[in-house]
């Protein structure tokens, strides 16, 4: 079955606020005492992520197609660097999990690249923020109309 647009659009909203409430939870739990409680979390991000990704596909593939020429180049650069620092955090976050190795090495960049994705999530929002109040404002202009 086909969504209307406002049903993908109130799924796109859902599903970004999901995204921002998961990396809030990870920064409250980051310092146990449950660290499932904070891994789990981790692991339900992972296909969120992919989700979110997907449904800026299109965005991605137009900025890497014009590269310097798109007018928002600078932010999907900024956005590869943060996405890739975030798949850092994450993969590293499973040996000291399920521990997999004693090197100290994993926590040292899991907690450097963790709280750097924290950051840069922060800097996301604000550089997209016309963005995000066209999709959330939209709603209201159709409700007033
Ligand atoms: C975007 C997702 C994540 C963020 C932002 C994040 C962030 C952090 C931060 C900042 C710390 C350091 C806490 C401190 O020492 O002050 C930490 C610790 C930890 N994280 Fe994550 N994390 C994420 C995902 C994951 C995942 C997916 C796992 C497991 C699969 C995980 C497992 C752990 C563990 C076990 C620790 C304790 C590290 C230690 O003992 O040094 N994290 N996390």
Redesign the pocket.
Known sequence: MALSRTQRRVARIVLDVGLLI??AL??IT???PD?DL??W???V??PIVAVHLATNWSWVKATMRRRGDHPEWSLARFNAVFGLV?AI??VT??P???DWSDSGAW?TV??VT??A??IMMVSHLWRNRSRIRTMVGRRRSVAVA
């Open positions: 998961g990396f990870e920064f980051r310092e146990g660290y904070h891994s979390i981790g692991v991000l992972i975030t955090c994450i976050g499973f000291i999990w399920l926590s899991h907690t963790g709280f994705s924290l």
